[in-house]
């Protein structure tokens, strides 16, 4: 079929059972069969809020500026108008990349549709997308505007937080199976949005157009004959590709800092998932455990584009305000006002993007425009095995008084590849050289005692301090006086492009 798994989302989630309390409220009485938001009015005023459990940790809560057009604080819902008549609600939803819907509807009479996300963050990230790009569909480019404000139904909310999607993961499926008929066999609990069956797998995703149909499919087809003996469970969205998803939605797993994770349906407490990688002054460079192998092979972008770089911007400035996870590699082309981050983890790369287009990333009071690089699935081997190791890309120099400045510090270290900052600690007698490159950083430290002034000070890596968790509640950078729009380039911009000026 040419789709990969992870689009649909191999990685299903919760027992196809836990949702049965969920979809019985769902399906009491006054259920019709028809639009499920509409069958959930009547049976969800029954519950209170405290049914559901602590809405956040309270520990901690992260507030977001708004930005111009920006929704009200509980609109989850988009409209989009100027609809041809022949598209279909699949055709709508194509467009939608940042985050999970709950409900989609079309009205071809009135030629526009309803989007309602699980969360307000991926609405506004979808609103702004549109009109960034005014995207077109037929000959016709669309309008955007903002539903009306409402809450995710109670019942969904409850299934939501148990790991119900839109979509429906159906497994050992075989021969006797077919798109055309497991469109019909599943719209018995709703309309279908999307059946997408991977032969070579064995497998096939159902997309609804609400959540509440998959709750039904996925606790009904169990006692189903014809699927009582294939696995049926939720598969991730494919409208949330690149997930954004705003602090208090669902439950904190760690009163530590939270981020935005690649998954819209839960936090990931671990914004830089290899953690220190090394204690601030160094340590033993064996000792040292590194990166975990599970990240630096996972696939995935790691390279985050910036753009609308004032002129007087130094390498530096943009590593001060990059955080959330530590770097490969950072390449700035001053001629060209851009820059491409590569991180070491892919979910750092996706929450440091979802922060810097939420919240903003302003340099030199200039707010950067933020997307996404040529995609690159894996680390080259030599980083792999350098970053195992424990390296990272700051060279820690101990018993540095007496032996070099920051002068003589940059200009020795240079040899061995690209500086972007250098620190002397006079109270601590040490200095840190920070290298745009990882590959820089291991030639230095494998290297540099070969020179007789540096043959008795101690060399090892120190903490890469973009993996210091964002600044809270506020734009990276912590200036706001940069333009209030979000800046979001969603195309793939391909370094060797950006250096021809394509």
Not at 52 to 65: A, H, I, R
Request: proline letters at 6%; a neutral charge.
């Amino acid at each position: 079929m040419g789709v990969s798994a992870d689009i649909y989302g191999a990685g299903y989630a919760a027992n196809s059972m836990m949702m049965m309390s969920a979809y019985s409220q769902m399906s009491g009485a006054g259920y019709t069969g028809a639009d499920p938001s509409m069958a959930m009015a009547a049976p969800f005023q029954q519950y209170t809020a405290t049914a559901f459990g602590t809405p956040y940790n309270t520990s901690f809560q992260v507030s977001f500026p708004p930005a111009r057009n920006a929704a009200p604080a509980a609109v989850r819902t988009v409209y989009v108008g100027n609809v041809p008549a022949e598209v279909t609600i699949h055709d709508v939803l194509d467009l939608v990349q940042t985050g999970n819907v709950e409900s989609a509807r079309l009205l071809p009479e009135k030629n526009c549709a309803f989007i309602s996300f699980v969360d307000p963050a991926s609405a506004a990230a979808f609103h702004q997308r549109i009109v960034n790009k005014k995207p077109r569909l037929g000959d016709q480019e669309l309008k955007v505007g903002w539903g009306k404000a409402s809450p995710v139904p109670p019942a969904v909310l409850q299934a939501v937080q148990q790991g119900a999607t839109r979509n429906v993961f159906v497994g050992s499926v075989d021969d006797t199976l077919n798109e055309e008929q497991m469109r019909s066999d599943f719209s018995a609990f709703g309309t279908v949005e999307d059946v997408k069956i991977m032969r070579e797998k064995s497998i096939a995703f159902v997309h609804f157009t609400h959540i509440a149909s998959a709750v039904k499919a996925v606790t009904a087809l169990p006692l189903d004959p014809r699927y009582s003996q294939r696995r049926v469970n939720y598969g991730k969205d494919r409208c949330a590709k690149f997930s954004v998803t705003s602090p208090g939605s669902f439950p904190f797993t760690s009163p530590s800092y939270t981020a935005y994770g690649p998954s819209s349906m839960a936090f990931s407490p671990k914004f830089d998932r290899q953690g220190n990688v090394t204690g601030s002054g160094g340590g033993s460079k064996l000792g040292n455990p590194g990166v975990p192998m599970s990240i630096l092979t996972s696939e995935g972008n790691r390279t985050v584009y910036l753009g609308n770089i004032a002129p007087d911007t130094q390498c530096e400035d943009l590593c001060n305000v990059i955080r959330g996870g530590i770097l490969s590699n950072i390449r700035y082309l001053p001629p060209k006002h851009i820059a491409f981050v590569t991180f070491v983890d892919p979910e750092a790369a996706i929450n440091f993007y979802n922060i810097a287009l939420t919240q903003g990333c302003v340099v030199k009071s200039r707010r950067l425009k933020i997307g996404w690089g040529q995609n690159a699935h894996t680390l080259p081997a030599g980083v792999i095995q350098a970053l195992s190791n424990g390296a990272t890309r700051n060279v820690y120099i101990g018993g540095v008084e007496g032996v070099a400045d920051v002068d003589k510090l940059r200009q020795d270290f240079s040899e061995f590849g690209e500086v972007e900052m250098v620190n002397i600690l006079k109270e601590k007698n040490c200095g840190f050289v920070n290298f745009t490159n990882v590959l820089s950083a291991v030639k230095a430290v494998e290297n540099i005692q070969r020179r007789p002034e540096y043959a008795f000070v101690k060399i090892n890596y120190g903490k890469d301090r973009c993996g210091n968790p964002p600044r809270e509640g506020r734009s990276q950078g912590g200036d706001q006086s940069g333009s209030n729009d979000n800046m979001a380039i969603d195309t793939a911009i391909s370094e060797d492009d950006a250096i021809l000026g394509i």
